[in-house]
């Protein structure tokens, strides 16, 4: 039953707590009934609203806040209790009672020992005959952090329990409740628990990027998940820093894949050297498990797969229990632990690392909310077996998951927020006037820059020699002239005098570089028939894509920038800069551009036959022959196989995908889209490190975890493109049971059963020859290895899938001769040699088909 209002009804409620309240608490030694002992120097234990003193069946006592005018002096008291409530939890008697805050209030805590300390608030919507705390809305913040902001409790029925961990620096810690205006707070009860130091180190393993995360001292985490894999719940009372676990089977995925295994928790052991001990979790999670469950296979090669929704603009800090309950010798158990997708730890040797079985080892991992985000907001804990593991039993297991998460750069737990003395602000409002000021700063740097670099122009001009203007129709103060100056199907034009740009994104650009015909904004408009939304033929993060007719008849491709796009503004000068030093017959050609009315367009050739997807799926169109899919792919090689080698300094395309190559009216495969290019690592080089871009599905993996890009990112690009051409199916189908949803690890798994066949495009059904299968998948396969180093360059592929055209070709031949077979390269990349003659065959089997590119040593040509 509620309670009614205690103590001065009469009097205004607002002020009923004092701002600041120092609160003392008999600081008791904490022990359970298990595991090793822990005195905290510091435990404050405060059961709010109750009118005396609660016990737990953990041994804690909870103090009554009003119960002695130390702990809470006021004159004014608002609180509310139940007479039951419906769970069966230990701390269940703690949300029988509330104190409610009706204005800003402050809890302040002595600290008799700095470092790390649990917070822990219970949180329930007890009944209260004036205020329905269902309708609550305030926000919790410490000395530093904002732990919740506009937070409430709409369920009636709902209990919340949050727990933190705060690294405390001073001997003072204060808990402060904002009521949002017109509202009010509550809490049921509250925890303040010195935690051991050890607890938490203050570096961890980093994913994406892979290294080393330091600080963590610095940043306060909240508890999301506590996980007790393949075991039971385990309580306060069985854990020796009264925390709770909760079994794993609510977030596992396919729970078919994994088995729960168990031992007595008497046989788990602790080991020094790992840092392992009852302190980091009890014996009862190691003793149990999940590993993998039997697939009737002799080679199971599939991870088990934990499911955990959270916040994706946050970072976390994920620990992982280990414990080797299963194996029955040492060195029998290898296997690969993964955290959002990506490789955490490769080949785990739990003998190694524990040097006995039955023994503790745990490990921590930091993955960013850039990696987070990826995920949607789920973050997958995941384990498998070792594929290159030479001895044991595939198998891999797991037995704790703990998962943090940690405060942001404002000091937040829940958004951008920050606290500022005696209240929290909004720091993304901040950062908008910051970021308003920095670009005010920007616009004069770039003005003073623009007014020295016209000066210098200038100055140049003045110096020019008599006839520059016959000698020269593009100016190259940025960049080299790379592409011919000849006029396509019109006259050719200066950029400096013959129009006026009024773009303030596009003109210095255009007037930089040579870029083919100069169009009048009037030409583009009467040749898309003023850019008719019935000519779109494309959209991207630029804008969009028009087809446009000359008067001539000749059909162009007009890409029309979004001045508004950020993104399509770098994309277009990325693209300019790319095709100004490239010509290919395998990549798609800029014809021109325009660069008047605050407009920047680019004017390609048209590609009739469209994207190489709406040939495979999705469409109408008539289905490609086995033939004419490995022509398209080998064009594409081509085109690719020249980025790669073909330039002074290869290009990395970064975004190849069967929408990023088009067909021309004789299907012709071209390469197109280089917005997203990078330029290739130099020889002293490795790679280049960048943020990660590129299409799902398609995105090196490798490259995904370690933001390091080189030319093998764009070849696993294409080892996807090989099996949706052969396949004729998406990249990923989120619709598709789970094992299928991406298709190379789904081909990848029929390609190991021996099966391909089975899964090809039923339009191929009889007609692909078995070498030529054999040896196209062969090629897909080797672009899809985990890592770069053990993935062909474009050019073994390329020598790969005209083999596969001749085999297949042969094979409707009567009686091929086998000196009609070409010699194959082969796919190992980093250990192929090859003489003199062999390179100069190579050239001349692989023809770039090049046109002119000046002042760019075009790809060498054995002819």
């Known amino acids: 039953m509620p309670m009614t209002l205690s103590g001065g009804t009469g009097r205004r409620l607002a002020s009923f707590i004092y701002p600041s309240i120092f609160v003392i608490l008999i600081i008791l030694p904490f022990q359970v009934s298990t595991g090793e002992e822990f005195s905290p120097a510091d435990t404050y234990l405060l059961d709010c609203g109750a009118p005396k003193s609660t016990s737990l069946e953990d041994g804690r006592t909870f103090r009554s806040d009003p119960q002695s005018s130390s702990f809470l002096s006021t004159s004014e008291n608002v609180q509310a209790s139940t007479s039951n409530i419906s769970t069966d939890a230990i701390s269940s008697v703690l949300y029988l009672t509330a104190r409610i805050f009706l204005d800003d209030s402050t809890y302040s805590f002595f600290i008799s020992q700095q470092g790390w300390h649990w917070l822990r608030l219970y949180f329930y919507p007890v009944q209260h005959p004036i205020y329905d705390l269902t309708t609550a809305v305030f926000s919790v913040a410490t000395d530093a952090y904002v732990l919740l902001h506009d937070f409430s409790v709409i369920d009636p029925d709902a209990i919340v329990f949050k727990e933190y961990l705060i690294n405390v620096t001073s001997d003072r810690f204060s808990i402060s409740f904002f009521p949002m205006k017109n509202s009010f707070a509550f809490v049921n009860a509250i925890e303040i628990v010195t935690a051991p130091n050890s607890l938490i180190s203050d570096t961890s393993t980093s994913i994406s990027p892979a290294g080393q995360f330091t600080g963590l001292s610095g940043h306060a985490l909240e508890v999301k998940y506590r996980l007790n894999v393949g075991g039971k719940a385990?309580?306060?009372?069985?854990?020796?820093?009264?925390?709770?676990?909760?079994?794993?089977?609510?977030?596992m995925k396919l729970a078919a894949m994994g088995k729960n295994v168990s031992v007595s928790p008497k046989i788990i052991k602790y080991n020094d050297g790992t840092g392992s001990s009852p302190l980091i979790a009890p014996s009862s999670v190691y003793a149990s498990a999940v590993e993998m469950a039997d697939s009737q296979v002799d080679t199971p090669n599939f991870n088990i797969t934990w499911e955990l929704k959270v916040d994706p603009t946050f970072s976390y800090l994920v620990r992982l229990h280990f414990c080797d309950i299963v194996s029955k010798s040492l060195n029998d158990l290898y296997f690969n632990v993964y955290i959002g997708g990506m490789m955490g730890v490769s080949s785990l040797d739990l003998s190694t690392l524990a040097s006995a079985l039955d023994t503790a080892y745990y490990q921590d991992f930091v993955i960013n909310a850039t990696a987070v985000a990826v995920g949607n907001g789920t973050l997958l804990v995941q384990v498998g077996p070792a594929s290159g593991a030479n001895t044991g039993n595939p198998n891999a297991i797991l037995n704790g998951i703990e998962v943090m998460k940690i405060s942001n750069s404002a000091g937040s737990l829940d958004g951008l927020f920050a606290v500022d003395g005696s209240k929290i602000v909004n720091m993304?409002?901040?950062?908008?006037?910051?970021?308003?000021?920095?670009?005010?700063?920007?616009?004069?740097?770039?003005?003073?820059?623009?007014?020295?670099?016209?000066?210098?122009?200038?100055?140049?001009w003045q110096k020019r020699p008599q006839g520059w203007e016959k000698r020269n129709s593009f100016s190259s103060w940025l960049l080299p002239l790379h592409v011919s100056n000849t006029g396509f199907g019109g006259s050719h034009r200066h950029l400096f005098g013959s129009h006026k740009s009024k773009s303030g994104y596009s003109g210095f650009f255009s007037s930089s570089l040579g870029l083919g015909r100069f169009f009048t904004f009037a030409e583009l408009q009467e040749a898309t028939q003023n850019f008719?939304?019935?000519?779109?033929?494309?959209?991207?993060?630029f804008g969009k894509v028009y087809l446009g007719a000359l008067e001539d008849g000749t059909k162009l491709a007009v890409k029309r920038g979004n001045p508004q796009s950020e993104q399509g503004i770098n994309e277009f000068q990325t693209e300019i800069q790319m095709l100004s030093k490239l010509r290919h017959r395998h990549l798609v050609s800029l014809i021109g551009y325009c660069d008047e009315q605050s407009e920047m367009i680019l004017v390609y050739e048209y590609m009739s036959n469209g994207p190489l997807r709406d040939h495979l799926y999705g469409s109408n169109l008539r289905h490609l022959s086995w033939k004419q899919r490995l022509e398209i792919c080998i064009g594409a090689a081509r085109g690719l196989h020249y980025l790669h080698t073909g330039a002074a300094q290869g290009i990395i395309h970064r975004d190849v995908k069967t929408t990023n190559i088009?067909?021309?009216?004789?299907?012709?495969?071209?390469?197109?889209?280089?917005?997203?290019?990078?330029?290739?690592?130099?020889?002293?080089?490795?790679?280049?490190?960048?943020?990660?871009?590129?299409?799902?599905?398609?995105?090196?993996?490798?490259?995904?975890?370690?933001?390091?890009?080189?030319?093998?990112?764009?070849?696993?690009s294409f080892g996807v493109v090989l099996f949706e051409v052969l396949c004729a199916r998406p990249a990923l189908n989120p619709a598709l049971p789970r094992e299928q949803v991406n298709l190379a690890e789904w081909a990848m798994q029929w390609h190991r059963k021996g099966l391909m066949e089975k899964i090809i495009d039923s339009h191929l059904s009889g007609t692909i020859s078995a070498t030529s299968l054999k040896k196209y998948v062969e090629a897909a396969e080797k672009c899809l290895a985990e890592y770069g180093v053990d993935r062909p360059s474009m050019g073994d592929v390329l020598w790969n899938l005209e083999y596969a055209l001749q085999l297949q070709e042969a094979s409707l031949q009567p009686e091929p001769q086998e000196d009609q077979i070409p010699k194959l390269i082969s796919l190992e990349s980093n250990t192929h040699k090859s003489s003199e003659a062999e390179n100069s065959a190579a050239a001349s089997a692989i023809s770039d088909d090049s046109g002119p590119v000046l002042a760019t040593p075009p790809f060498t040509q054995g002819r």
């Open 234 to 251: 385990i309580t306060s009372v069985n854990d020796t820093l009264a925390r709770t676990w909760e079994p794993d089977g609510a977030y």
């Open 532 to 541: 008719d939304e019935k000519e779109v033929i494309g959209v991207g993060g």
């Open 662 to 716: 088009l067909l021309d009216e004789n299907f012709v495969a071209k390469v197109a889209d280089f917005g997203l290019s990078k330029a290739a690592p130099s020889i002293e080089q490795t790679h280049v490190s960048t943020a990660v871009k590129g299409s799902f599905g398609y995105l090196d993996p490798e490259y995904f975890r370690r933001q390091q890009l080189t030319e093998k990112s764009d070849v696993y």
């Open 428 to 460: 993304s409002a901040d950062s908008g006037a910051g970021s308003r000021r920095a670009v005010a700063i920007v616009g004069i740097v770039l003005a003073v820059g623009a007014i020295l670099m016209l000066s210098a122009i200038f100055t140049r």
